[in-house]
């Protein structure tokens, strides 16, 4: 069965400093994995996705992530934070069926003024 | 383009009641998926529905949970004879198809389940 984890449950990060968020994954064959942002009392925002291809993928609000498949890891980076990113992060892969995403445990991300 | 809508946002009941949680896909979009996020954790898988199609309810308690995705109408998610460990964020999405097997999924704001 496919798993998720995200290793840091909080992150603090100084507004204009960059951000690296961590995700690893378990899943037997190529993952399609994705990265959603939940604003507090609001629902999922999907960030970007990586499917097939480039393993750099681009998203929305100018965060990236890169899938290494060697590493299992699908982490999500943005050079520059803003106190509006504050937020949580989920990372997620669906399973072969397409039907169930799978979510890591989710990052709290806090921005310093 | 309207997005998956929910509603109510915010439910609460007293143990033992019912709760009916609504949710309206995307246009265009015929798959919904239910996902249950406990206090301080991420989602979890519920049910996946078709109009008029269970495919997988592998993440459904086995007792007093239910889903329909009915020919007309929105999905329903119900929750019968709650207790407290109902209280939970219910999020819907939905997807227009399986394009090769796997799609991306698009969130509703949530229902928050308040029992108490």
């Known amino acids: 069965a496919q798993s998720v984890t995200q290793p840091d449950i909080h992150i603090t990060v100084s507004e204009g400093a960059s951000l690296e968020l961590r995700c690893n994954y378990s899943?037997?064959?190529?993952?399609?994995l994705f990265w959603y942002v939940q604003s507090p009392g609001q629902g999922l925002q999907l960030l970007l996705k990586?499917?097939?291809?480039?393993?750099l993928v681009q998203g929305i609000k100018g965060f990236e992530a890169e899938f290494k498949r060697s590493q299992s890891s699908f982490n999500l980076r943005k050079p520059s934070v803003h106190w509006s990113d504050a937020a949580e992060y989920f990372c997620?892969?669906?399973?072969?069926?397409?039907?169930?995403?799978?979510f890591g445990g989710g990052t709290r991300l806090m921005v310093k003024p | 383009n309207a997005g998956v809508m929910q509603n109510p946002r915010h439910l609460v009941r007293r143990r033992g009641q019912e709760a009916r949680l609504r949710c309206s896909p995307m246009?265009?979009?015929?798959?919904v998926y239910w996902y249950r996020q406990l206090p301080e954790e991420g989602l979890k898988f519920m049910v996946y529905?078709?109009?008029?199609?269970?495919?997988?309810e592998s993440g459904m308690p086995k007792e007093r949970f239910s889903a329909e995705f009915p020919k007309e109408g929105p999905s329903i998610l119900r929750i019968q004879q709650v207790v407290r460990g109902d209280s939970a964020a219910y999020f819907c999405?939905?997807?227009?198809?399986?394009?090769?097997?796997?799609?991306?999924?698009?969130f509703g704001p949530g229902t928050r389940l308040t029992v108490l």
């Open positions: 997620a892969v669906v399973n072969n069926a397409g039907n169930m995403l799978t």
């Open positions: 899943y037997g064959a190529t993952p399609y």
């Open positions: 529905l078709q109009k008029e199609n269970i495919i997988d």
């Open positions: 990586y499917f097939s291809g480039d393993t």
């Open positions: 246009k265009g979009h015929s798959h």
């Open positions: 999405a939905s997807s227009p198809s399986l394009a090769g097997g796997r799609d991306t999924q698009y």
